[in-house]
């Protein structure tokens, strides 16, 4: 068995790893490559900025501000991103190593932490975006960046973090369940050639 | 649910450390690993209550402006890569490069260095090597893991040498100045530049066989290519003198200067007839793909630090310190040494600067050692970090634009020399801290 | 200890701020006789600056030694009560405002609904202006690219014809020494002097005009009403103390930092006349109004601020 790409997970899975499993995580990728096209965007404000401050000598106070919250939305996205085709860094020690099976296994221990992970993530990034849109009065108001701009990104940026938490919780919930009905499928096909 | 914190932080500590190697090893992506140690011991320590913790570090540190850089120079890299400058600059250096044993790694180490005075992070810069020099290297059969050890080690000196990120969060996180800093970086930083150099050509003179010259063949082909001089050093000279000339002259901060380096290679691209909205999209797909993967890391580690300094980790440290050394000068520099290596093999730099800077800063004040030299240190320490497995970001950066049958694996044993070379740099301030003061 | 409060600060564990927090963290030790132990943590430890509100309420942390005005984007009236640009002329005068004159029932009011007690403020001082170009007077901030922190001074500053920019305070120094700003809101004298912002900005004025911060210690409420009285009221007293040996502690780190400043001919410290000052003044109250119209707690603010003035003859 040769295993090739590292930094992906398991090596026989691969092509199926790089378009993305199943519905949604084609569905994450392809509009995690629309979303991509804001990092172009976000250079062309940037040189607009510095074109403004140096030529017209007139800075502007959203550049800075938006270029944060974009910067920041799509490295979030990004997490569900690299989770859809299988590109997160592992330390791949001992998991090259060890025969497909237990390799399956390997991976639906990490489908399990992976939801015990965002599990807490969804009921921890709740927590944060709700304390950031309501008030303790009970007011809807969107939390501010205090700025002489104001605009609500805080509030934005959270809510952005609880839904792709969300989504994937929902993505290692797929995973797992593609990953048991492979084993299996292991398991049938080894009691046939046995 | 067993209370964690009836563990006492000592154990606690160890407990977290076991826990953390353990799902590593297992394979299980690192961006998770860290995160969920975090949430298990927030949860275990703390409480539900205080789960929020770990989503609240995960917003301020996706939230922070420098970071900014990061998909900039990644950007820059990608669009590079898809344009023909890379090659045609690499193509032009060939005739100087290729009458040494050794050149072209040279080369890429001389290019780092150029880099590494317009950036002040390390991943756009490692990515950029991965793209131009290593499949250059590689193509002339030079040794693998010296080309990929040159690539990795050069690209990490983007914090190293001035301007750099990490030397500004230092002075911050130390309230010392950025200026001096900088000013107490340069020598160093290209003292182990020129090791690198050293370590190259000798390896090279002892074993020509690791950096074959081009054949005749190769040399005539390229002699028959006829390369545009003017093409192949005209655009990115211009990019480099945008990207240089915004810092150094103060038109930009880093981040708007990285921003302004994708423009340089955007316009060069677009005059060279090369510019096409297929290009965008592919630079900005893997832009997202390696921020994804490298953000999240940072991510996890981040959660990890907040919630150890809840439990009290800063005093624990500290205490542990004081009463290893006894007191003793250089001892609690080498045991602060020992510490920041180890815990740069499991976090990011930004962890480790927000860990350990707190408790190690007051002591090295109060032992009458200078917190500028002290500030080099840690530079240099975090240089090992970047390379140091199995949390090696240089590596991981290396990796997402390496050739596929170039494993993690591989990458990390490559760069075992390159980390050697680096402790004996650490090792040299730490004995002479005039190298890093000598302008006072 | 029987009670152990981890609070974090907003200043980094170098700073001179920070070690004089951690002497009234021991103080305060002593003070119980070892039964009341303040865990003192630096900024970002565990939550960003601008969380440590959230994280006292959802019980992650137990209190802050914080600006109140990093809470401006929760409710614009944190913006106004912590950094009333042109309110104060010493520190003496906001101290009387908070501990006699209203302040105290005005944060205790905004941190409840937050589950938040507020035990005392405090400030750090008359913060200078650290500036690479020579300012005289008010007409010299028109068209000046400077950063300012979040709240109601940035809002001022372009009032005062000037072009404030957002940028991180880790951005501030290259920011300054690489031209992308002329000038920006930082911190005290002494402060800046040690960072090496005069280094690259040769024309700080100080006193500046500014700028005066409220510094607030708040802790959980829950957790505070568990301490029995005698603790409460040594965490009180404590801060009131602390307000005052913070504050004469930087005038006296400014005062030696001024001296410094001045034996290096390559810095000119500029001191604005009376006359400019008021200016600058007028200007800033000008915005309080605007600004007290963004939440009805920003409105109570106002009021608060504005009665205590003109009882006191301060308009
Ligand atoms: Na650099
Ligand atoms: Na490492």
Redesign the interface.
């Known amino acids: 068995m040769q295993s090739t790409d590292h930094l992906g997970g398991t090596p026989d899975h691969s092509p199926d790893d790089e378009q993305g499993r199943n519905l949604l995580d084609r569905l994450i990728l392809r509009i995690g490559n629309l979303l991509s096209l804001l990092f172009i965007f976000t250079v062309a404000i940037s040189f607009y900025e510095i074109v403004m ?1 140096y030529i017209f ?3 502007t ?1 959203w550049v ?2 938006s270029a944060s919250f974009i910067g920041g939305s799509l490295f979030v996205v990004g997490g569900a991103y690299a989770l859809a085709n299988n590109k997160h860094v592992r330390v791949v020690l001992i998991y090259d190593q060890v025969s497909e099976r237990t390799r399956h296994y390997l991976n639906i221990f990490h489908h399990l932490a992976g939801l015990a992970f965002t599990g807490m993530l969804v009921y921890g990034a709740w ?2 975006t709700y ?2 849109w309501v ?3 009970g007011d809807i108001r969107l ?8 605009p609500a990104f ?1 509030s934005l940026l959270k809510a952005v973090i609880l839904v792709v938490v969300c989504i994937m919780f929902i993505q290692f919930l797929l995973h797992l369940i593609n990953e048991v009905s492979r084993l299996k499928a292991l398991t049938h096909r080894g009691r046939h050639h046995v | 649910m067993f209370d964690l914190s009836s563990l006492g932080i000592g154990l606690g500590s160890l407990a977290m450390l076991v826990l953390l190697i353990g799902l590593l090893l297992t394979g299980m992506q690192l961006a998770f690993v860290t995160g969920l140690v975090a949430l298990i011991f927030t949860l275990g320590w ?2 539900v ?2 789960l ?2 770990v989503t ?2 995960m ?2 540190f996706v ?4 970071f900014l850089a990061v998909p900039m120079f990644v950007l820059m890299a990608a669009l590079l890569d898809r344009s023909g400058i890379a090659v045609d600059l690499f193509d032009a250096m060939k005739k100087a490069a290729r009458k040494i044993r050794g050149g072209v790694a040279v080369q890429t180490l001389v290019v780092a260095v150029i880099l590494a005075s317009m950036s002040g992070v390390i991943g756009g810069e490692t990515v950029l090597l991965g793209i131009l020099a290593l499949p250059q290297m590689l193509r002339l059969g030079y040794n693998r893991k010296l080309a990929i050890g040159t690539t990795c080690a050069g690209g990490a000196l983007g914090t190293m040498m001035p ?1 750099s990120i990490v030397l ?2 230092y ?10 800093l900088f000013k107490a970086a340069f020598l160093p930083a290209a003292i182990l530049a020129l090791f690198y150099v050293a370590y190259v050509l000798i390896r090279c003179w002892m074993d020509p066989s690791l950096a074959p010259l081009p054949s005749d063949e190769m040399q005539k082909e390229d002699d028959a290519k006829q390369t545009n001089y003017f093409k192949a050093l005209f655009f990115p000279g211009l990019t480099v003198a945008i990207v240089l000339g915004s ?8 981040t ?1 200067a990285s921003a302004l380096g994708v423009v340089g290679i955007m316009l060069s691209a677009l005059i060279r007839g090369e510019l096409n909205v297929q290009m965008l999209k592919d630079s900005a797909k893997s832009t997202m793909q390696t921020c994804g993967m490298i953000m999240w890391i940072g991510i996890g580690a981040s959660a990890l ?2 919630v150890y ?2 439990m ?1 980790g ?2 624990f440290v500290e205490s542990v310190i004081l009463s290893l050394s006894n007191g003793h000068v250089m001892g609690t520099v080498l045991i602060m040494m020992v510490i920041l290596l180890i815990l740069g093999m499991f976090l990011d730099w930004v962890g480790v600067a ?1 860990l350990t ?3 190690f ?2 002591i090295i ?1 109060g032992l009458g050692l200078d ?1 500028i030299w002290f500030g080099v240190v840690f530079c240099l320490n975090m240089q090992v970090s970047f390379l140091s497995p199995p949390f090696g970001p240089a590596a991981f950066y290396l990796k997402s634009v390496a050739p596929k049958d170039i494993s993690l694996g591989e990458i990390f044993s490559a760069l075992l020399p390159f980390i050697a070379l680096q402790i004996i740099v650490l090792a040299l301030v730490i004995a002479f801290p005039q190298l890093s003061l000598w302008w006072k | 200890a029987d009670f152990t409060f ?1 609070i974090q600060s907003s200043d ?4 001179k701020n920070y070690q004089v927090q951690q002497e009234w963290a021991d103080r305060v030790e002593a003070l119980s006789g070892g039964r009341l132990d303040i ?1 003192l ?2 900024v ?5 600056h ?2 440590t509100l ?2 006292i ?5 137990d209190g802050h030694v914080t600006a109140t ?8 009236a944190f ?1 106004l009560i912590g950094n009333t640009v042109g309110a104060w002329s010493d520190t003496s005068q906001l101290l009387q405002y908070i501990n006699y004159g209203g302040g105290y029932q005005v944060m205790t009011d905004l941190y409840a ?3 938040v007690k507020f035990v005392g403020g405090s400030t750090t001082g008359v913060e200078s202006f650290v500036s690479k170009v020579p300012l005289n007077g008010v007409e010299d901030l028109k ?1 000046l ?1 400077l950063r300012a922190p ?2 109601l001074v ?2 001022v500053f ?1 009032a005062a014809g000037a ?9 501030v ?3 300054l ?4 700003i002329d000038a920006a809101d930082y911190t005290v004298f002494s ?1 800046n002097q ?3 912002m005069n ?2 900005a040769t024309h700080p004025v100080q006193p500046g005009f500014h700028s005066l911060p409220l510094i607030d210690i708040s802790v959980s409420q829950k957790k505070w009403d568990k301490l029995p009285a005698d603790l409460q009221e040594i965490l009180t007293v404590s801060v009131r103390d602390f307000a005052q040996d913070i504050t004469t502690q930087l005038r006296i780190a400014d005062q030696l930092a001024v001296k410094e400043a001045q034996a290096n001919p390559e810095i000119t410290i500029h001191d604005w006349s009376a006359q400019e000052r008021k200016k600058f003044r007028a200007i800033a109250q000008s915005q309080w109004e605007i600004y007290a119209q963004k939440s009805p707690n920003a409105e109570k603010v106002y009021n608060s601020i504005s009665t205590y003035l003109k009882e006191n003859g301060l308009l």
């Open positions: 401050r000598n007139a800075p106070m800075h501000e927590e944060i304390s950031s008030t303790p009065f939390e501010t960046s205090g700025s002489a701009w104001d805080p | 703390f409480g209550d205080a929020p913790l609240s570090r917003y301020s939230n922070g402006y420098v301007p500004i969060i002075g911050m996180t130390a309230s010392v100045s950025i200026g001096d810092i150094y002259t103060g038109v930009a901060s880093v708007e630090v907040g300094n809840l009290g800063i005093d927000l800077m707190p408790i800063v007051p004040v917190p | 981890k980094p564990s170098g700073d865990e943590l630096p970002g430890s565990v939550v960003k601008t969380e959230d994280a309420k959802m019980g992650i942390l005005g990093y809470f401006s984007g929760k409710d614009p913006g609904p937050y589950g068209g690219k979040e709240g940035q809002q372009a072009s404030p920019v957002n940028l991180p305070g880790s951005e120094f290259t920011g020494s690489k031209g992308v402060t040690k960072a090496g280094d690259v």
